[in-house]
């Protein structure tokens, strides 16, 4: 793991986060970082770039 977190770390992390944002609020927070997460490698991976859309031709009239 990074920064030789040890599970007992862990713990003490979550346990403070449970504490400064509470029970009920967590649900929130996990989905805001989860929607970030998604944001972030859309765009670092240029998945967001939408190809350019074709031009309708137009409609050529055969009675003339």
Known sequence: MPFNIGPMELIIVL???L???????????GGALGKGI????R????EDERPPA???EPKQ???A
């Open 38 to 41: 998604r944001e972030f490698r």
């Open 54 to 56: 074709k031009e309708a």
């Open 19 to 29: 504490i400064v944002f509470g029970v009920g609020r967590l649900p929130e927070v």
């Open 61 to 63: 009239d055969k009675s």
């Open 43 to 46: 765009s670092s991976t240029g």
């Open 15 to 17: 346990v403070v986060i």
